[in-house]
């Protein structure tokens, strides 16, 4: 029988997979399947690392860890409560990350979480204990915590490479906007100050599309990125994401485009009506703006010359992210706007 999964906020894994496989492997398969619990991070099985074959990877080939799921923050935007429930923070308990990093072993890891930082004490407890194992890690926190002199302290003693933040604008109406409230594009210059002079490697995430961005945004973004060196950054078209307020709001004023083909290239094109240009200035400005911030020109201007491993980190983004402003024209699948 045809198998469906229902209610997005009831569709862990955990629980359902293994029932749906003993179904399978019985005869008796049903139709509908879903929790009646939330899952608990605690004790979640390892991954079976020994049947990867890494010499078949790239160079730099990060060890995927998943450290916690949710995110404490509601950004007017963002899906992460549609996708995961709407259950807040939840992070696995530091000794068994460690365990699962030592089975691995790897030495570069990545943390995939929305937030790496949801409880401060508690990640402060993970970044302790992985001071040992002498990795090399990334992640995504909040830019409140590239604020927190002792938190990276810590975190640069304990390994960290490369974090990636979204801050999402440089006007602060935006961030209004967009319920960032935990952006104050005000403290971005000592945010930036802090990494650097620790030498951590970051990148920026951007969205642009808000009702109150207009087309100054664009070069004002670029100046301020150029000007405080900042080594890498994602520029995005805002998204109208099913389950997120963004939606509802765009929805009631009739201003989805397509809405059928609306889960396709997120980030990429424009699947509203902007309220101060159209949808197809809107792509052709971050494209533009793209193309502009990794130009060779411009990466010379700001990076450092790569002496350690985060310069070199910062480097290998930006040589991925210049090919793909170069071929962006490239990826269109649909184009009506």
């Known amino acids: 029988p045809r198998i469906e999964l229902v209610d997005l906020t009831q569709l862990e894994g955990e629980e359902i997979f293994p029932r749906m496989l003993e179904d399978a492997a019985a005869g008796r398969l049903q139709k509908f399947y879903q929790r009646d619990t939330i899952a608990s991070l605690d004790g979640m099985p390892t991954p079976r690392w020994d049947l990867l074959k890494m010499k ?11 450290q916690s799921r949710g995110c404490p923050y509601t950004c007017d935007f963002c899906a992460e ?16 990350i460690v365990e699962e990093i030592r089975k691995c072993g790897g030495r570069h890891i990545f943390f995939a979480a929305s937030q790496f930082v949801g409880r401060k004490a508690r990640t402060m407890e993970l970044l302790e204990a992985l001071i040992p194992l002498k990795i090399r890690w990334s992640a995504l926190f909040s830019p409140r915590f590239g604020l927190d002199e002792q938190f990276l302290d810590l975190a640069k003693r304990s390994g960290l490479l490369h974090v990636n933040m979204g801050i999402e604008s440089i006007s ?41 961005d207009d087309e100054d945004i664009f070069p004002t973004t670029l100046k301020f990125l150029q000007e405080h060196r900042v080594p890498a950054a994602y520029f995005n078209v805002m998204a109208p994401l099913r389950g997120t307020p963004f939606y509802d709001r765009m929805k009631a004023e009739d201003r989805i485009i397509d809405e059928a083909n609306l889960d396709r290239w997120n980030g990429v094109y424009c699947h509203f009506h902007p309220a101060r240009m159209s949808g197809e200035e809107l792509v052709a400005q971050v494209k533009n703006l793209q193309r502009q911030f990794y130009s060779w020109r411009l990466m010379v201007r700001r990076l450092r010359i790569p002496r350690t491993q985060a310069d070199l980190a910062s480097w290998n983004v930006n040589f991925t992210q210049r090919k793909v402003a170069l071929h962006s024209d490239s990826m269109n699948e649909f184009s009506e706007f």
Not at 81 to 96: I, T, V
């Open 56 to 66: 078949d990877y790239v160079f730099y080939r990060p060890f995927v860890i998943q």
């Open 81 to 96: 409560r549609r996708l995961n429930g709407d259950y807040g923070y939840r992070d696995r308990p530091p000794e068994e």
């Open 172 to 212: 602060q109406n935006t961030l209004q906007a967009m319920h960032k409230t935990a952006n104050h594009s005000q403290t971005y210059e000592d945010m930036i100050d802090n990494l650097n002079k620790r030498n951590i490697s970051y990148s920026f995430n951007f969205v642009f599309g808000s009702d109150s």
